[in-house]
């Protein structure tokens, strides 16, 4: 099974800030690396596909960057509405979410 | 505007089973794979299994295999997610989510359903 490991865990920043989460694979997945955004007690809202593709609809402050291991979510000039937690998700072999990264406002 | 609607909270004896129900409504297409994901209380997400609706064929996580069926009805456009040998460990809310193109991306997602497992 492929393993996928965000870091952080957690993070606190201020509105406008930039903010970057990293996940890593255990094994290479090509670009079949998808983002999902939840807040408390609501199902999880697809971000970004295919590790830098945009939904229609999401805000262009979230941008994905990686192939391979490595891969990155981007939220730039963060706004109150992005807090929550943050789970990738790699559908390369069967499928398999990292543990989350949960973004709190400060 | 696609939606999944899916049956309500259940509460379950250890040991019994468990049956979800996940109905696409809403654009032109019908949704061409529907994926279960469950989330333990305060937990993260975990990829249960999908199935693909036109064909009905299911692929399982291998911790779940033998004890999880997906179907479907293409008729109804509604999935099912039945679990076995239920245990306080499958307390959880399952989620249904469609993959529109059999890629793993997940567009749209269902409610969510609590399962209570609980004697």
């Known amino acids: 099974d492929i393993q996928l490991t965000q870091s952080p865990s957690s993070l606190s920043a201020s509105i406008g800030d930039r903010v970057t989460i990293t996940c890593r694979a255990s094994?290479?997945?090509?670009?079949?690396l998808h983002w999902y955004q939840q807040k408390p007690g609501k199902p999880p809202k697809f971000l970004i596909y295919h590790a830098s593709g945009l939904p229609d609809g999401v805000p262009s402050r979230f941008s994905g960057s990686g192939t391979g291991t490595e891969f990155s979510l981007t939220i730039v000039n963060l706004q109150p509405e992005d807090s929550a937690t943050y789970y990738c998700q790699q559908s390369y072999l069967m499928n398999s979410f990292g543990q989350g990264t949960k973004v709190e406002i400060k | 505007q696609v939606q999944l609607v899916q049956s309500g909270a259940e509460v379950k004896t250890p040991g019994s089973s468990m049956r979800v129900s996940c109905q696409a409504s809403g654009g032109t297409f019908v949704p061409s794979t529907i994926t279960w994901v469950r989330q333990a209380p305060g937990q993260g997400l975990e990829w249960m299994g999908s199935i693909i609706l036109s064909l009905g064929k299911p692929k399982y996580a291998h911790k779940f295999q033998d004890r999880v069926s997906l179907t479907a009805d293409k008729s109804t456009t509604t999935a099912y997610m039945e679990l076995t040998g239920l245990t306080s460990d499958d307390t959880a809310v399952y989620y249904c989510?469609?993959?529109?193109?059999?890629?793993?991306?997940?567009?749209?997602w269902g409610q969510g359903t609590l399962v209570t497992v609980s004697s």
């Open positions: 989510a469609r993959d529109p193109n059999e890629t793993g991306t997940l567009d749209y």
């Open positions: 094994q290479s997945i090509s670009t079949y």
